[in-house]
């Protein structure tokens, strides 16, 4: 079982140099604006992080991350579990200049004094990683949709829902 502590700080070039390896846990209550986004979260964030220099020179960091976190569902609002997974090419970069040559694959991380700060990389995946609405199944869930129908809304649950494929139908014309 993977336990060890990934470091928080890390020195990219070094490691881009070496070709070295980082494998570990980071738990997710370090990540503080993930907090404020979706509720303080435990547990642990699995990462791996392979570090190298491409065929360009380009200091780069393969990396795959991990973690189940817990999300309101937006009926019902309680807390469901939401299994989150990313794999991310990372392109070491000393300034905004060399950010804007990296190609549209790579993000940029930026780096100074040679230190990277982890924590603040991974945060920045795992929440770009989040869904943007969940819910239930409706089995599960808290709120039935009966109980979402109600006032005039009720009135118009009377005609058939709206065809998807004449949603996109719709959507095509206007492309
Ligand atoms: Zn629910």
């Known amino acids: 079982m993977l336990t060890t502590r990934l470091p928080l700080q890390v020195e ?6 070496q070709n070295e390896r980082l494998e570990g846990l980071v738990a997710l209550e370090s990540f503080e ?17 392979d570090f190298g220099i491409d065929t360009q020179g380009r200091r780069v960091i393969e990396g795959w991350l991990e973690a189940e976190v817990q999300l309101p569902c937006r ?16 392109g070491v970069v000393t300034d905004d200049t060399l ?13 100074e004094n040679e230190q990277l ?33 109600s006032g005039a809304e ?12 004449e949603v996109l139908r719709t959507l095509k014309g206007k492309s």
């Open 154 to 165: 009720a009135e118009d649950s009377e005609k058939p829902a709206a065809n998807p494929f």
């Open 12 to 17: 990219p070039y070094r490691l881009a140099a």
């Open 33 to 49: 604006r993930l907090a404020l986004d979706a509720g303080v979260q435990e547990g642990d964030c699995r990462v791996r992080l």
């Open 75 to 90: 009926r019902c609002l309680e807390p469901m579990p939401v299994q989150i997974e990313s794999h991310f090419l990372l």
């Open 99 to 111: 950010a804007a040559e990296l190609p549209s694959t790579h993000e940029p991380v930026l780096v």
């Open 117 to 149: 700060n982890l924590l603040s990389v991974l945060e920045d995946e795992l929440i770009l990683s989040l869904p943007q609405v969940i819910y239930h199944d409706e089995t599960q869930c808290g709120v039935s949709r009966d109980q979402l129908t």
